[in-house]
Nanobody, 125 residues
Framework: QVQLVESGGGLVQAGSSMTLSCAASGPILRTIIMGWFRQAPGKEREFVAGIGRSADIMHYAESVKDRFTISRDHTRNTLFLQMNNLNSEDTAVYYC??????????????????WGQGTQVTVSS
């Protein structure tokens, strides 16, 4: 079975940077595509960024495209999200997600089979 464990969240000031990590365990074929989603209070969970195992495919939400960078270390099957110039609208619980192979990076929650428990990111203005 696949397990995803996020780390790296916390409280930061606006304009700061933060890096999230997600350690994946389980069958590699079930974590070919990995991604980050976030859910703010009272809002639906939304796609942030996703990446293929060899970084051959990658996709970002428009709201984070110039500020966030997704990467992964496939030797350790660990996913990262480098977040720069954070603002209050980035405050949310951030979730790591994974699925098997696909021709593109899916952007909807129902296209991912495995989920982490989430890590809180709070940006104070």
């Amino acid at each position: 079975q696949v397990q995803l464990v996020e780390s790296g969240g916390g409280l930061v000031q606006a304009g700061s940077s933060m890096t999230l990590s997600c350690a994946a365990s389980g069958p590699i074929l079930r974590t070919i595509i990995m991604g980050w989603f976030r859910q703010a209070p009272g809002k639906e969970r939304e796609f942030v960024a996703g990446i293929g195992r060899s970084a051959d495919i990658m996709h970002y939400a428009e709201s984070v495209k110039d500020r966030f960078t997704i990467s992964r270390d496939h030797t350790r099957n660990t996913l990262f999200l480098q977040m720069n110039n954070l603002n209050s609208e980035d405050t949310a619980v951030y979730y790591c997600a994974a699925r098997g192979a696909h021709s593109r990076v899916p952007t909807t929650t129902y296209e991912y089979l495995y989920w982490g428990q989430g890590t809180q990111v709070t940006v104070s203005s």
